[in-house]
């Protein structure tokens, strides 16, 4: 990750949003040695992050405690890191939105502030886009034998 003044081994990873974005990625990064916290607003999820062995807080309660992360994951699809969490980060603090639109960060508080965010909304279908076709042709499908279909 070029814009990271550390290497991933070792680094304060913060995944907000623990669906199936959120815990792939914090999968990936804790085999890279990141140390992986997940914020979630469910206690289930948070309940599975714990269980899988990442920390776990409450997405309503980031302002405080985000400044000992070195990159901030964001998955959730709904502005999530408003001015007030943006100010508690630090200033090298890497923000990475992984969301679908709108995503889930204040990009002008950010620019405000200096902080770097690496905007990477739709990936799947801007980088591999038959691949995502698949994925979502075979979720659909599922969905469908689910209702019985």
């Known amino acids: ?15 907000i949003g623990f669906g199936r ?4 990625t914090a999968q990936r ?3 890279l040695g990141a140390r992986v916290t997940v914020a979630a607003r469910k206690y289930e999820q948070l309940a599975w992050a714990q269980a899988m062995g990442f920390g776990g807080q409450q ?14 994951v964001n998955t959730v699809p709904a502005l999530v890191l408003g001015r007030g969490e943006l100010e508690d ?17 204040d990009l002008s508080a950010a ?9 990477a909304l739709s ?9 995502a076709g698949a994925a979502i042709k075979s979720t659909i ?8 279909r």
Request: glycine share 12%; proline share 6%.
């Open 123 to 131: 990936l799947p279908g801007k980088v591999a886009p038959v691949t």
């Open 89 to 105: 980060l630090k200033p090298d603090c890497l923000i990475l939105d992984l969301a679908s639109k709108p995503g889930g960060v």
């Open 111 to 119: 620019g405000d502030l200096g902080l770097t965010v690496v905007w």
């Open 141 to 148: 499908y599922n969905m469908l034998r689910e209702l019985g």
């Open 21 to 24: 974005v959120g815990r792939i």
């Open 1 to 15: 990750m070029e814009h990271l003044p550390i290497t991933i081994h070792g680094a304060r990873v913060l995944i």
């Open 29 to 31: 990064f804790a085999a």
């Open 59 to 72: 997405l309503e309660h980031l302002v405080g405690w985000l400044c000992g992360y070195d990159l901030v």
